[in-house]
């Protein structure tokens, strides 16, 4: 009788373990961190990336796009970014020497404190590579090579309110992304139970 219970238990827990792992996969920054008051400012510095053709280089893009997350208040800046120094700034016409290669696009997570047992971001400013070609919502000539802009910095605002990476493919927060794939645009159901993990 014990072994047949046991066994039962075991293979229970196996199912459980199997169902759990494809559901959430969303990982957090580490050591956790959360900015201490919501919404969260992020602006877009006014300088906007030269290959993206609408208005302005995919500023007023990607200052609607990354509101997708629900807790950011979002506007323009013509003051560059100043790094450990609230608010989060977007820059798309500059790598900050911190995002060459592979890279299209970086947030400089390093910026935090703490208070007693709580950990909260100070800053967290994004960075393009200019070395890409890049689209947007707002530009109508259609896309051939370039990537997502707007997709690509709903990804990197997951990295400021405290996200880390998923190995949920699809998702927002999955580390890569393909030209002209604009499914980044919306939140999947792993990167908003980060989310609400956080806040
Ligand atoms: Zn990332």
Redesign the pocket.
């Known amino acids: 009788m014990k072994k047949k219970s046991l066994f039962a238990f075991a293979i229970t827990t196996v199912v459980v373990a199997a169902m759990a792992s494809p559901a959430f996969a969303y990982t957090l920054l580490s050591p956790r961190r959360v900015w201490k008051t919501t919404p969260v400012t992020v602006r877009v510095y006014t300088a906007g990336n030269s290959t993206i053709t609408d208005s302005d280089g995919g500023v007023t893009a990607v200052v609607g796009a990354i509101k997708a997350w629900g807790i950011i208040s979002s506007s323009t800046t013509s003051s560059p970014a100043v790094r450990g120094t609230a608010p989060a700034t977007i820059t798309l016409n500059n790598n900050g020497h911190i995002c060459t290669g592979s890279c299209l696009?970086?947030?400089l997570t390093g910026y935090y404190h703490t208070e007693g047992s709580a950990t909260y971001i100070d800053d967290a400013d994004i960075y393009t590579n200019t070395r890409y070609d890049y689209t947007s919502s707002r530009e109508s000539d259609g896309c051939s090579g370039e990537y997502d802009i707007d997709g690509i910095m709903t990804?990197?605002v997951?990295?400021v309110i405290g996200l880390?990476?998923t190995t949920v493919v699809g998702a927002t927060?999955y580390?890569s992304v393909s030209a002209c794939n604009f499914n980044n645009r919306t939140l999947e159901a792993d990167d908003l139970a980060g989310k609400n993990d956080l806040y």
């Open positions: 696009a970086a947030t990804h990197e997951g990295h880390g990476h927060m580390p």
